[in-house]
């Protein structure tokens, strides 16, 4: 048992995402880790009865595992802060910094991590100085191969490789069906990593980095949630030096968002060693397909001590804060 004893935790799962399905499975996943190190627990969706319940269950803390804008940019954390309900995860600043990649980007470079150059364009551009124009331009100055993503979200909904700078369009216009600002990246090769940052109460620790390698070589929303269809490496198959370097920029990156409890920093480590940030998800998924789980576990740590671990944190803090 915890030191807080049996904690009443409301767990926020669901919502109106694109990542809504994967949101209900991590949700489930972190209640059945609560409960069985004998908490109890409440499910509930982000709904107009959320505020209500939260008076009436008046939980100890609240653990969000909602994927996508509803959980991410940082909207709830705010009410959850003014209602001064504890919660695990960032703050609200922190998660709106991490939820807008071309800032997060950003925010990342200047802290010393290297990251892909980038485009960041609104639709607006292309309404306001004429499509062709842009797409002109842009094929004069960018030269595949590129990676085209929404400038929000997750899952790797929207995000297109292309290797040939004809496709751009299409990939822009994919990636706008689910935000209105695209993000158009360089592609760097080499291994793709994710690295989970936990934070418990004595600081970030990066921990084992979680190599992945999709069969079909692309990191897909089907290859992410799908059993069988990405194989990883847990730890990563990096040289000794790669992973201290992979460690420290991961660890840079929740520092200099400003993160904290929980986060998940993905990584290009190219052939020379040097790791790429290309993005931090403030709430990362905890399937069972999940990278978070597979890098808890590889830790030789238990998945419900550290969700339940993460809870008392939140309490914690947010005894510090009001004191």
Not at 10 to 35: C, F, Q
Not at 114 to 126: H, I
Not at 278 to 294: F, H, I, R
């Amino acid at each position: 048992m915890t030191d807080f004893e049996r904690l009443n935790v409301l767990v926020l799962a669901g919502g109106l995402s694109h990542e809504r399905d994967v949101s209900l499975r991590s949700g489930r996943r972190v209640a059945d880790g609560l409960s069985a190190h004998g908490h109890r627990v409440t499910m509930h969706e982000p709904d107009a009865m959320l505020l209500a319940a939260i008076r009436e269950l008046e939980p100890d803390v609240v653990w969000p595992a909602l994927h996508g804008a509803s959980g991410e940019n940082g909207a709830l954390r705010a009410l959850l802060t003014t209602a001064g309900v504890p919660f695990v995860g960032a703050d609200a600043e922190a998660a709106r910094l991490a939820w807008l990649k071309p800032v997060a980007k950003t925010v990342v470079s200047r802290a010393g991590v290297q990251t892909p150059s980038s485009v960041t364009l609104p639709t607006e551009t292309f309404r306001e100085l004429g499509a062709v124009s842009v797409l002109e331009a842009l094929g004069d100055v960018l030269a595949a191969p590129l990676v085209v993503k929404p400038a929000e979200g997750g899952s790797a909904q929207g995000v297109t490789f292309v290797d040939d700078i004809a496709d751009l369009p299409r990939a822009l216009v994919n990636a706008y069906t689910y935000n209105d600002v695209a993000l158009i990246e360089r592609r760097v090769t080499g291994i793709e990593v994710a690295v989970t940052v936990l934070d418990t109460g004595a600081g970030p620790v990066a921990l084992p980095a979680v190599e992945i390698v999709p069969r079909n070589g692309v990191y897909s929303f089907e290859a992410r949630y799908n059993a069988g269809e990405t194989s990883f490496y847990t730890p990563a198959r990096l040289t000794d030096a790669a992973t201290e370097k992979v460690a420290a920029a991961a660890i840079t990156a929740h520092e200099a968002l400003g993160l904290r409890h929980l986060s998940r920093v993905d990584l290009i480590v190219d052939p020379d060693g040097v790791p790429w940030f290309l993005e931090a998800n403030v709430l990362p998924g905890l399937t069972e397909t999940s990278l978070v789980p597979l890098a808890i576990e590889a830790a030789g740590f238990d998945l419900g001590a550290v969700y339940a671990g993460l809870a008392e944190r939140a309490i914690r803090d947010a005894a510090t804060f009001v004191e």
